[in-house]
């Protein structure tokens, strides 16, 4: 089974693309994280006084979005997972059966995975809705570490 397209350098590229574009295409969310306090406690009296008071939102800040408009914006994101994919279909520098067994074999198990939880999710709530782009960029990441882990530990 031969589905590497791209030679072993487009890895580096597929890498660069996917950092440059995930940072441009979730540079508004880092930012509102930094502004909200990410990592400041908020005692549940205080957030329960939120609730009850109906206060507003604090603003969200979208300067990226400002800055390159809602289309461009989107399009970053899809630039990156289209690095990520680039690096999934490059070679690797040691191309052999034993690597597209590896490769073949995390990605069953990344299906299965995929499937599993998506099914999970449709038990526990209907009324669930969430993006494609949440399964792609889950399916690609998990494959990725599956087939990194695969491929250190046999």
Request: overall charge negative; charged content about 15%; aromatic content about 20%.
């Given at each position: 089974m031969?589905t590497?397209i791209?030679p072993n350098?487009?890895?580096k590229l597929?890498l660069?693309?996917?950092i440059?574009f995930?940072?441009l295409?979730s540079?508004?969310?880092?930012?509102?994280?930094f502004v909200d306090g990410g990592?400041?406690?908020?005692?549940?009296e205080e957030?329960?006084?939120?609730i009850?008071?109906k206060?507003?939102p604090?603003?969200?800040?979208?300067?990226?979005?400002d800055?390159?408009?809602?289309k461009?914006?989107h399009?970053?994101?899809?630039f990156?997972f289209?690095?990520?994919?680039?690096y999934?279909l490059?070679k690797?520098?040691?191309?052999?059966?034993?690597?597209?067994?590896l490769?073949?074999?995390?990605?069953q198990?990344?299906?299965l995975?995929?499937i599993v939880?998506?099914i999970l999710?449709?038990?526990?709530?209907k009324?669930?809705t969430?993006?494609?782009?949440?399964?792609?960029?889950?399916f690609?990441y998990f494959?990725?570490i599956?087939?990194?882990?695969?491929?250190r530990i046999?």
């Open positions: 031969k590497q791209l350098w487009c890895k597929g660069a693309l996917f440059i995930a940072i295409g540079g508004d969310s880092m930012i509102n994280g990592n400041s406690y908020q005692p549940v957030q329960l006084q939120h009850e008071h206060l507003p604090k603003s969200e800040v979208s300067v990226f979005e800055y390159f408009g809602e461009t914006y399009y970053f994101q899809v990156s289209l690095g990520i994919l680039m999934m490059s690797e520098k040691i191309e052999d059966d034993y690597i597209n067994t490769r073949l074999e995390s990605y198990f990344t299906v995975f995929g939880i998506s999710l449709y038990a526990f709530s009324q669930i969430l993006n494609i782009d949440y399964f792609i960029q889950l690609m494959y990725l599956t087939f990194f882990i695969k491929k046999y």
